[in-house]
């Protein structure tokens, strides 16, 4: 292992986003690739907002991807603990250095007074910002402010007259002006620190050498770069992912299609295909192929082909992916992934036995083609399962009305009774020998029998359908459709 430390740090205090899942999977691809450690660290600091629910359905998420994490949450590790809220001392140990060494101080302001200051700002068209009212409080003044019942915030003390530079591996140098920053809380009056703060103190304390996150926190980075300065921590480097959007430019959200990593689960989509997908989000392979798996992607993977215009969430080239993965996975993994649905829609119920398994993967050999992800079976298995079959359409209902149609059914019935069970082979025999046998071209034998077993006139291939049904339920479909 390499010196290589990177982390994915999220807020457990909602549904995993698919940005949050890019995020890990850029860290994971980054520390697999130089032979570094990755560090999953539960950012809990947001005590109403985060749960132990969240929190366990982001970790599960990240197993479903392939996604391994060398130190952190569950796996322990030398920097734990690893979940924020049980890592508070040290950021008070922090905190007080700072208030020792002037570079931050205690803060009373009230609400009300906070919001006054900010109004007259930006009616004077000025960044609304902290001035630093209680910057040189003394003793006095702060015991006064104290017995009347306030308890203070921390804040840093931003150098104004300092310009921070970020330097990103992404996107260049990027400046932000001190003076635009205004001083910052960085431990709340509850005791508990702000994002900005935890983040810097355990980014240090945890050995970080890459910070890969997504842009919206390119923002927040000049505070945490001024609490380096403070510290006099060395920085690690920063990498910021742009954001991702939907196919109209507008920043993704649920108009775009499932947001969260555990709707793609209920959907059906293949993990190997979500992080193909993930990975293209931002990123780009040195050669064409863009199929590729975790391992083949980890082999070429850097942050330079990272690119710094936002990523375009394409719906329909994820729905492309997942089919192709669905396509080339072995038949059994698609059939017991298959499976749960079928049972959700009532398809199937009780055991299933070996015989019954087997069945399913020959309905599953066929449908495979016609679906883009898992939870798409149950519309194409219906004529598999059904006792019966009407003609489901117009076009359906005109195959099936010319005087050549009794002997076509007629014939196919026969022989299947005289075959007494049917494979795809017999199958395909069959229908080639039926039109030669009455003199009819091709269509008017295919579509008029395709309406009678499938209820269509478009579909699978009919001998693949015919095995999978068998002799008699074909000739049932036969003889009703001959009624
Ligand atoms: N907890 C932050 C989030 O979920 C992490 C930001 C960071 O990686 O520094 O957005």
Redesign the pocket.
């Known amino acids: 292992m390499t010196d290589t430390r990177v982390r994915f ?3 457990p205090t909602g549904p995993f986003h698919i940005g ?1 899942a890019r995020s890990a999977l850029f860290n994971w691809l980054f520390a697999r690739r130089f032979g570094g450690t990755f560090i999953v660290r539960i ?1 809990d600091t947001d005590l109403e907002r985060s749960s132990r629910e969240s929190e366990e359905n982001i970790l599960e998420s990240l197993r479903w991807l392939g996604l391994d994490w060398d130190e952190g949450i569950e796996s322990g590790g030398p920097h734990g603990p690893y979940r924020q809220t049980e890592r508070l001392d040290l950021y008070r140990e922090y905190a007080a250095r700072l208030i020792a060494s002037g570079q931050a101080y205690y803060c009373y302001c009230t609400g009300e007074e906070l919001a006054a200051e900010r109004e007259e700002l930006m009616t004077r068209g000025e960044l609304p910002r902290y001035l630093g009212r209680c910057r040189n409080l003394c003793d006095e003044d702060r015991a006064r402010l104290e017995a009347g019942g306030r308890r203070p915030v921390i804040r840093f003390k931003v150098p104004v007259e300092e310009t921070v530079v970020v330097s990103d591996l992404v996107r260049g140098e990027v400046s932000f002006e001190g003076s635009g920053i205004g001083d910052f809380i960085i431990v709340k009056s509850d005791g508990i620190p702000t ?1 900005n703060f935890a ?1 810097v103190v355990d980014d240090y304390s945890m050995g970080i050498t890459q ?1 890969i ?2 842009e919206e ?1 390119l923002s927040n980075t000049p505070r945490q770069v001024l609490l380096y300065h403070a510290f006099g921590w060395p920085l690690p480097q920063f990498a910021h992912v742009s954001l991702i959007l939907g196919k109209d430019r507008s920043k993704m959200s649920k108009r775009h299609g499932a947001t969260s990593i555990e709707q793609y689960m209920e959907l059906g989509y293949l993990p190997e295909a979500l992080v193909n997908f993930l990975a293209l989000l931002g990123w780009s392979p040195q050669g064409e192929e863009e199929v590729l798996s975790l391992e083949q992607i980890k082999e070429q993977f850097s942050l330079d082909r990272v690119a710094k215009n936002p990523a375009v969430f394409d719906l329909d080239k994820l729905n492309w992916l997942n089919g192709h993965y669905i396509r080339h996975s072995p038949l059994e993994r698609i059939t017991d992934l298959a499976i749960p649905y079928l049972c959700k829609k009532g398809f199937l119920s009780g055991e299933i036995t070996p015989e019954r398994y087997h069945w399913l993967k020959a309905v599953m050999n066929i449908v495979k083609d016609y679906i883009s992800c898992m939870s798409e079976v149950t519309e194409h298995v219906g004529l598999f399962f059904a006792e019966k079959v009407d003609p489901a359409d117009d076009e359906a209902r005109a195959a099936l009305a010319g005087d050549h149609v009794p002997a076509v059914l007629n014939l196919l019935a026969e022989k299947l009774r005289a075959a007494g069970s049917v494979d795809e082979d017999t199958a395909r025999g069959l229908l080639k020998v039926l039109g030669k046998e009455l003199g009819l071209p091709g269509k008017k034998v295919f579509m008029p029998l395709r309406a009678a077993i499938t209820g269509r006139i478009h579909g699978p291939e009919l001998h693949q359908v015919i095995a999978v049904l068998g002799a008699e339920r074909t000739i049932n479909r036969l003889e009703r459709a001959l009624l």
């Open positions: 740090a999220p807020s949050g950012e994002y983040v910070v996150r997504a926190h």
